[in-house]
DNA sequence: ATAAGTACGTA
DNA sequence: CGTACGTACTTATT
């Protein structure tokens, strides 16, 4: 094995097999030698018992000198640590998972690509399983592909095999036992990944084949900007920030947003009451909160609360009729009966109680004063982020909780009426584009229609959204008449969609619409508000994400993003830097807009303050 | 057990 | 009859 290494000039096709406990000082020369350079593409595959390492190569053989490390986790996540620190390369991965273990060790990982996230990308939806990403790269129908658990699949390997595991990987173009029947990716790697490090060889080379075929889809979409934009195309641009992204989903998820436990359990118990000791003053507390309600109306009593068609009855029998209770339909009753004022308030409590009570206290805040959530970097739609333990949709009244911890503050970001601007750039409307010039766009809008701003805002919300009902009327025809390149930008993105075809965001999302078979007219127009809406939202996120993974990349060090939030950034920064992190996140976003929106006259702006509390940045 | 419907929190 | 998401509860279905 020591021959192997001191081979520096490994020939395509060769593997090096690495111990990774006395592995060479510079394990990169191994991988220079087979072809990486700085900059280039790196595969990463981990095992149980290592990882491999695989460069993409430029020109010649497409499949070059591969490293693999065998040893513990935290030995071989070293040897990769010293990799990334020489060579800087790009790593790719089947998902951003991958990155979890080099997280978790602090090691910085200078670039990525994600292939879930670029078939995500691509091809729409939210599949992003490694058996699915091979099957529609190489244009195999995925509902074909051998499922895990299947036996004698056709094309497995034989263990009547004699070759040596290195000669079985350099079989069949590299790719070992990886290719089964038809063409497809084995099945139970796909879901478990490969058993061993040799076998990440071929893993590992597939990925690649992937990547080839990713990269070339990413270059060759359209480029919104035009043909003086910069390079590299804005395939490849949004491909590069959608993998960063995923990387920061999973780091987030890792990390965790700071939390006070005590603001937060006095929070949760200035609207419920303190912990309940035992599962009967639970009960007992819940029933005094319910009778609160019932007790405005005299044949109340019986009601369940929880229960909407109960809770119709007793408003019924209140003299308020209303076709459902939600609260903006009790909203206007108010002050007609006080079960109303009462009902509403009650619904918050509950919210608090069952959601955001002690229960999520308990499970989602860690001893160390974290709320964790997993993260996605981005939905099945349009783009976006999401997360869960609340960390997309923590109740105002809980923000008092979210706390910078001693000698840190929160920078909060957010950028201002970031919807607009993206339609301005993305249906290259020169007139609305020049609206984005004032910080408050609404009112060079408001203007031009002459309207006021309350009405101006509403008109080009409703025709970003399709609202059909309100107030909206004459002010969108308006709109029509002076922004018409942006508004027959939404109008064909919403034809689109209403016919069940897909559409593609600015950046090269595919979105599905839900396909060209006949519907009713309000499944119809249902669909074309979402392509309406998700050519700007999803655009909107995708600039976002680009702002956010730059910003991450810019920050000083102890300096980190806790929290996305579609428009919002926020990041828990060392008190000494502060400053220095607010003018860089106004930097970056300038750098990021003007590559981003190249040529557009568009401007964004972003609001940001220093706090020690969420809630104490203005909103 | 699982799905659908209702409701509500955030952007 | 503005979009997206996540969570929890009830009711209906398997």
Redesign the pocket.
Known sequence: MPDALSSATAAPGVVVVVDADRAPDDLSAVLESGGLAPGHELALVWSPDGAALVPAHRAGSPLGAAVVVRGQRDTVVDAVRRVLEVLRPRLVWWSADAGRPLLAAGVSVPASWDLAGTHRLLHGGSESDPAVVWAVAHGLDPQRRPRAGQLDLPGAPTDTETTSPTEATLAHGGLGDVVVSEGFLRPDWAEHGPPDAESAVGWARAALLVLGRHAAAVATVPDPRGPLAPAPPLGVLTAWSESAAELLAVELGVRGLPLDRNVAQRLVADRIGPRPRDAAEAAATRTARDDVVRAHVPTGADT?L???????DLLARAGITVP?????R?EPFRGAHPVVAAL?DW??AE?I???YGY??LDRDVGPDGRLR?SW?GC????G?M?????L??????LRPAVVAPPGTVLVRA?LGQIEPRVLAVVSGDRAFAAATTADDLYSPVADRLAVDRPTAKIAV??AM??????AAGEALRGLDRAYPVAMAHLRRAADAGAAGHDVRTYGGRLVHTGGPAAVEE?VA??RG??AR??VV?GAAAELFKMWAVSVRTALPPGAEIVLC????LLVQAPESVANDVVALVHEVLERTAARWAAGSGVRFVADISVVRRWSDAK?
């Open positions: 369940d929880r229960n909407p068609a109960q809770v119709r459902d209770t939600r609260a903006w009790l509403i619904r918050k919210r109680a069952t959601t229960a999520w959530g996605t939905d099945g739609a349009a976006r999401t997360a869960s333990a609340g997309h949709n923590l109740p105002a009244e957010d919300l409703a959204y399709g609202q059909t009902s309100g309000s127009a249902a508000r979402f809406n998700a939202q939030l579609h428009d919002e909103g």
